[in-house]
């Protein structure tokens, strides 16, 4: 299973390593996502969700 936030579809994303020499490796930028209890539609739910979520109030905690 991905790490992806189920709010917003925030997930891993990629770039590169740049090395002093100027050398180019591939990446990966992780989104901090947490895995939180919430109420959505009613029901208590346990999935991933990103911080920015969390601290917007995006969702209801259970």
């Known amino acids: 299973m991905s790490r992806v936030c189920s709010i917003c579809g925030k997930g891993q994303t990629s770039g590169n390593n740049v090395s002093h020499s100027n050398r180019k490796t591939k990446r990966a930028f992780k ?7 919430f109420v959505k539609d009613g029901k208590i739910e346990t ?7 969390l601290k917007s109030d995006k969702i209801e905690r259970a």
């Open 31 to 37: 989104a901090n996502v947490q895995k939180v209890s």
């Open 47 to 53: 999935d991933y969700v990103c911080t920015r979520c």
